[in-house]
Structure formats: C-alpha cells, structure tokens
C-alpha cells in the first residue's frame, strides 16, 4: 500500500468547482460587458432620435432624454468603461434645457471627464495648437447651423476637463495658464459661465500679484451678457474685485465694468418701476467716483468712437458712464441732441417736445434696421402726426447713400444723418444698430430697444393713446 501523502492532490470534484468558477466569472464579465453595451445603445439611440427630430424640423416633442442621462451615468461609474468619454462629453452637452436634472448632469460629465483625462497639460497644448484648423473643418461641413455649435463645442470639453483637473492639483506649474484658458473659454463654449468663473476665481485667489485683470474683466464683461444666470454670476464676481482687490486701478474697473451690466438691467422690458429705480441707484453708486485716485489709468473699450474698440482714461469712462445712467436708459430724462436733417438744416430734438417719440438709429448697411421699416410706416400711418413723431437718425458715413437709399425705400418722417463717429450717437449709448428710443412728450424715455418686437409696438401705442388721454 503506498503511503499516504499530506499535499493536495487533484480531484475530480476541485476540478469541477475550478470550472464553475472560471464560468461563473466569465459569465459575470459578459454581463458587464452586455449592461456596458446596452448602456451606450441607450445613448445612442437618443442621439439618433434627437438628430431625426432636427432634421424634421422639430416636429412632435423632443425626444425623451431621461433614459439616455440614467445610462450615461452608469457608463462614467463603470471603471474602465471603453465609452467613458462619449458618456461624460454627451452629459456635457445634451441635458441642459432639457433635462429635469440638466445642471447637475452636465458637473457629472465634467467630474468625470476630469477624471479621465487628468491634469494634462499636453491636451490644452494639442488644443491650442489645432482649434483653428478644427473649427474650419466643421464650418466647411455640410451641416446645420445648429451642429456645428455642437461639434464646435465638442472641441473644447476634453481640454476643459484637463484644466479643470489642472486646477484640483496644489502647485500644478500650470495652475495659471489653466485658469486663463477657462477665462476664455466666454467665446468658445456655449452656456458655461461656470467654467470662466472658475478661471477668474482661481486667478484671485491663488495669485495675488496678478497683472493682466483688465483683460480678465473685459472677457468677463461679454460672458455676462449671454443670460440673466450667468449676468448674476458675472457682476458677484465684479463686486467681489470691487471691494477686495488690493489694486485701485482693478477696483476701479471692476466697478466700470459692474455699473455697466446694472445700466443694461435698467431697460429690461418687464422690469418694475420701483426696481428699475433701485438697480440705477445701485449703478450710480458704483460708478460714481470708480476712478478716484487712478483717474489717467487707460481702459480699453469694447465701445469707442464709431462704435469701435477705443481707449478712454478711467476719468473718462466714468464720465460718461454715469451720464448715459442718468439720461440714455428707460426712465431717464433724455439730454438735448442736435443734428443735421438731409437738407442740411440743424434740427433740435426739443423741436418734438410735446409729442410722442420714436428715436430710430440706423443704417443703410444694417439689414435688420431696413427689416422694421414696414413697422415705422404702419406707425406712422395709424398714429396722429400732433402726437407722435418718429426720428430716423442715420449713421452711415456719406449723406449721398441715405439720399439715394431713400429713392426706393421711403422713410416719409423726420430724418437726420450724423455720420459714423457721432457725438450723438455717443450721448445717447448707442452700441448696436438698430437702436430704438422711445421718448414721451416731456422726454422721458419710456423705452429702449434694439427690435420692434409686438411688445415695444405695443408701447409705442400705448404711449400715445395714454398722452391723448390727458387732459
């Protein structure tokens, strides 16, 4: 008999549980492997959904997102799942607007989008290096409008990612480069204030002795015109600078640049008059005294003469900031204004006191001005000519082209030409054409805008029926 031994020895049945194992976890791998598949199928299916309602030119509802957001985000929880960046790149872009969940959602994607990519510097670089030639490919596809924004911003999410991971590493050597790049980002990457004021927040804090704030409130003053949210945003971050920099000529300009934003709220078409009120109160206190101290230090203007980047000192700019706050936004008392009708006479815009107003800056090049002039005629036509008056101010350069413009379009009303670089125009905050001011008879202006939307018609309307009212 042979002796016994005491080491293992196989078996049939170690052999058999060996392979119920080995089964049981490769059976265990193809069910992830088939839940990863069917997650991206989920989203894919939206995505073909969501570019068939397009092409139909958005007949029916808009294709549930729900499903497809629930199956994203269990592909980026999914460890080295193979469609981790389709999945955090389309929570970046598909949700907001549409989902229920639409902000958080696009953090999710952004989080682990970051994650993925990590701090590297090399993906910004490769960015930098190719966004030209990459935006030109797509703007020379054959593609909808709507499209190529989306591919356009597809661009930008990885690098994003990488400068946001960037930033999340303490004495990163690109901390600030990383930081700058999501400043710019107001001009490339739709809806994404977050992304600017983390840039600009960073900066503040992490390097005091910062030197190029100009520039940096410049950029954010474009950001913050691109919804009420990210205005809100923009101007917390502008009053932050305004009363913690340690630079006077950065506070200063913070305080331009937040006054400015709080002028524009001040003609917003549904604002109250005790809330119109408050927020010039607001913008006058801001801009009143912004450049004591530093009154020479240059500002560099989106708007100078002729509507033109320009430079103006900080004494300046602030001059005429808090006269277009007191006497070019709804609720002002409009300042006198001379011009030169198309016979050469001067004309006085106290010459219409009494009457109902319609100030209507154009030009012959601008094609929305020429749009809305049915608009003026029909106006013209149905009001009382002693009770209401429209104004076409023109700006183009040479006075022949209004003439010759005139033989085939009409403008049968009161016409001045002031040219291109105009003191008017200037007076009056004049930034975009067209621009509409609607003035009352004792020369308030009861409204602004830049279209002749049915509810600023409506006003125009009102306005006079409620002046032929009085007694």
């Given at each position: 008999?042979?002796?016994?031994?005491?080491g293992?020895?196989?078996?049939?049945?170690?052999?058999?549980?060996?392979?119920?194992?080995?089964?049981?976890?490769?059976?265990?791998?193809?069910?992830?492997?088939?839940?990863?598949?069917?997650?991206?199928?989920?989203?894919?299916?939206?995505?073909?959904?969501?570019?068939?309602?397009?092409?139909?030119?958005?007949?029916?509802?808009?294709?549930?997102?729900?499903?497809?957001?629930?199956?994203?985000k269990?592909?980026?929880a999914?460890?080295?799942?193979?469609?981790?960046?389709?999945?955090?790149?389309?929570?970046?872009?598909?949700?907001p607007?549409?989902?229920?969940?639409?902000?958080?959602?696009?953090?999710?994607?952004?989080?682990?989008?970051?994650?993925?990519?990590?701090?590297?510097?090399?993906v910004?670089?490769?960015?930098?290096?190719?966004?030209?030639?990459?935006?030109?490919?797509?703007?020379?596809?054959?593609?909808?409008?709507?499209?190529?924004?989306?591919?356009?911003?597809?661009?930008?999410?990885?690098?994003?990612?990488?400068?946001?991971?960037?930033?999340?590493?303490?004495?990163?050597?690109?901390t600030?480069?990383?930081?700058?790049?999501?400043?710019?980002?107001?001009?490339?990457?739709?809806?994404?204030?977050?992304?600017?004021?983390?840039?600009?927040?960073?900066?503040?804090?992490?390097?005091?002795?910062?030197?190029?704030?100009?520039?940096?409130?410049?950029?954010?003053?474009s950001c913050?015109?691109?919804?009420?949210?990210?205005?809100?945003?923009?101007?917390?971050?502008?009053e932050?600078?305004?009363?913690?920099?340690?630079?006077?000529?950065?506070?200063?300009i913070?305080?331009?640049?937040?006054?400015?934003?709080?002028?524009?709220?001040?003609?917003?078409?549904?604002?109250?008059?005790?809330?119109?009120?408050?927020?010039?109160?607001?913008?006058?206190k801001?801009?009143?005294?912004?450049?004591?101290?530093?009154?020479?230090?240059?500002?560099?203007?989106?708007y100078?003469?002729?509507?033109?980047?320009g430079?103006a000192?900080?004494?300046?700019?602030?001059?005429?900031?808090?006269?277009?706050?007191?006497?070019?936004?709804?609720g002002?008392?409009?300042?006198?204004?001379?011009?030169?009708?198309?016979?050469?006479?001067?004309?006085?815009?106290?010459?219409?006191?009494?009457?109902?107003?319609?100030?209507?800056?154009?030009?012959?090049?601008?094609?929305?001005?020429?749009?809305?002039?049915?608009?003026l005629?029909?106006?013209?036509?149905?009001?009382?000519?002693?009770?209401?008056?429209t104004?076409?101010?023109?700006?183009?350069e040479?006075?022949?082209?209004?003439?010759?413009?005139h033989?085939?379009?009409?403008m049968?009303?009161?016409?001045?030409?002031?040219?291109?670089?105009?003191?008017?125009?200037?007076?009056l905050?004049?930034?975009?054409?067209?621009?509409?001011?609607?003035?009352?008879?004792?020369?308030?202006?009861?409204?602004?805008?830049g279209t002749?939307?049915?509810?600023?018609?409506?006003?125009?309307?009102?306005?006079v029926?409620?002046?032929?009212?009085?007694?």
């Amino acid at each position: 008999m042979p002796p016994r031994t005491t080491g293992p020895r196989p078996t049939l049945v170690g052999a058999a549980l060996f392979l119920v194992c080995l089964f049981a976890t490769l059976g265990a791998v193809d069910t992830i492997a088939g839940a990863a598949q069917h997650d991206w199928r989920t989203v894919q299916s939206y995505l073909d959904e969501e570019r068939a309602w397009r092409r139909n030119a958005k007949e029916g509802a808009h294709p549930e997102i729900t499903g497809a957001v629930a199956a994203a985000k269990a592909i980026i929880a999914t460890p080295d799942h193979p469609k981790t960046t389709d999945a955090a790149m389309f929570l970046m872009a598909y949700p907001p607007g549409v989902s229920p969940t639409g902000e958080a959602d696009v953090i999710a994607g952004e989080q682990a989008l970051a994650a993925h990519v990590g701090p590297d510097w090399s993906v910004l670089e490769a960015f930098l290096a190719t966004v030209g030639e990459g935006m030109s490919e797509i703007a020379a596809e054959d593609l909808s409008d709507h499209e190529k924004l989306r591919r356009i911003d597809a661009l930008h999410y990885r690098p994003i990612a990488a400068a946001i991971a960037i930033l999340k590493v303490d004495g990163h050597p690109k901390t600030r480069e990383a930081a700058e790049l999501l400043v710019s980002m107001y001009n490339m990457v739709r809806c994404q204030t977050r992304y600017v004021i983390l840039g600009a927040e960073t900066l503040r804090a992490r390097f005091p002795e910062y030197d190029d704030w100009p520039a940096i409130l410049l950029f954010l003053e474009s950001c913050g015109r691109t919804s009420s949210d990210a205005a809100a945003a923009v101007n917390r971050f502008y009053e932050t600078m305004a009363v913690e920099s340690a630079d006077p000529a950065v506070r200063g300009i913070a305080r331009y640049y937040l006054a400015q934003a709080l002028k524009r709220s001040i003609n917003a078409p549904r604002t109250t008059q005790e809330d119109r009120e408050a927020t010039r109160r607001s913008a006058l206190k801001w801009a009143t005294d912004l450049s004591a101290g530093v009154e020479e230090v240059k500002l560099n203007l989106r708007y100078g003469p002729g509507n033109r980047p320009g430079v103006a000192s900080l004494a300046q700019a602030e001059e005429q900031l808090v006269h277009s706050i007191q006497h070019a936004t709804v609720g002002g008392q409009i300042p006198e204004v001379a011009g030169k009708g198309l016979d050469g006479m001067e004309e006085k815009l106290s010459d219409f006191a009494g009457k109902t107003v319609l100030v209507d800056f154009w030009a012959t090049w601008c094609v929305p001005c020429i749009a809305g002039l049915p608009d003026l005629r029909r106006l013209n036509a149905d009001l009382p000519a002693d009770r209401f008056a429209t104004l076409s101010i023109s700006v183009d350069e040479h006075l022949e082209t209004v003439a010759e413009f005139h033989k085939n379009e009409p403008m049968p009303w009161s016409n001045w030409h002031v040219g291109n670089a105009s003191d008017v125009a200037r007076i009056l905050d004049v930034r975009g054409y067209p621009t509409y001011l609607l003035l009352d008879g004792q020369g308030l202006i009861r409204g602004r805008s830049g279209t002749l939307s049915d509810r600023f018609l409506s006003l125009v309307r009102n306005t006079v029926l409620d002046a032929g009212a009085q007694p």
